[in-house]
């Protein structure tokens, strides 16, 4: 079955340094992969989508990129600030469904 | 333009109960998707109604249903409440039910049930 893994389920890191969280999946050939930001006690909040033909895409301080050999997507927080801390989420086309598969994300803290 | 809004807030039920939840979606979005949010498994799709239909559906048991009015709003409905129902319920919109269409979640209904 589909299956799709967050590395981590929590990173710290040092404000001004580059946050990279990983998203894994297996058993799957998404055309799309999406990351959300969620902070505690509200829901998801897109970020950015990147398709399977982009290697690489980018909006502000973040960076995602899109490895369809490796079946990885790494997305990075480049400057890192303390209001960057919160759980961050990649989700995929789920295929037959057509939904969202989530995975259960990596919490981030910047440290100032 | 107003976000997704979902009601109520908070729920407090027992076993055996049944339970409604509400979603407004953005207006002019016609799909609207339910996730079920626990520590343990993460957001896990429910269903997604376009257009008043069913489009999609989650691995969940039956007492999970739901329905979509005219005006795009949705409700969820648990019926024979279980411990393991306690979980934030989110709801999404997105303007037309392609894929790449940006979803945008609610506040979420965080349910417990004693």
């Known amino acids: 079955s589909q299956k799709i893994e967050q590395n981590s389920e929590a990173l710290n890191i040092q404000e001004g340094k580059t946050a990279t969280l990983t998203c894994n999946y297996t058993n799957y050939s998404p055309a799309y992969l999406q990351w959300y930001r969620q902070d505690p006690g509200r829901g998801p909040v897109f970020l950015l989508l990147?398709?399977?033909?982009?290697k690489e895409k980018r909006k502000e301080r973040l960076k995602v990129t899109f490895d369809t050999t490796l079946k990885q997507s790494l997305f990075h927080i480049t400057a890192s600030q303390p209001a960057d801390s919160a759980t961050y989420l990649c989700a995929l086309e789920g295929g037959s469904q057509g939904n969202l598969i989530f995975g259960k994300g990596t919490k981030l803290s910047v440290k100032p | 333009k107003a976000g997704v809004t979902q009601t109520p807030r908070y729920l407090i039920k027992t076993r055996g109960q049944q339970v409604t939840l509400s979603c407004s979606p953005i207006?002019?979005?016609?799909?609207v998707s339910w996730y079920q949010q626990t520590p343990g498994q993460g957001l896990q799709f429910l269903f997604e109604y376009f257009s008043e239909t069913q489009r999609n559906k989650g691995n969940f048991p039956g007492r999970f249903s739901g329905r979509q009015f005219s005006n795009s709003r949705s409700e969820m409905n648990v019926s024979t409440l279980e411990l393991g129902d306690s979980a934030l319920y989110l709801c999404?919109?997105?303007?037309?039910?392609?894929?790449?269409?940006?979803?945008?979640f609610g506040p979420g209904t965080r349910l417990t049930v004693l």
């Open positions: 207006s002019g979005h016609r799909s």
């Open positions: 999404a919109s997105r303007v037309a039910g392609d894929f790449t269409d940006t979803q945008y």
């Open positions: 990147i398709r399977e033909n982009e």
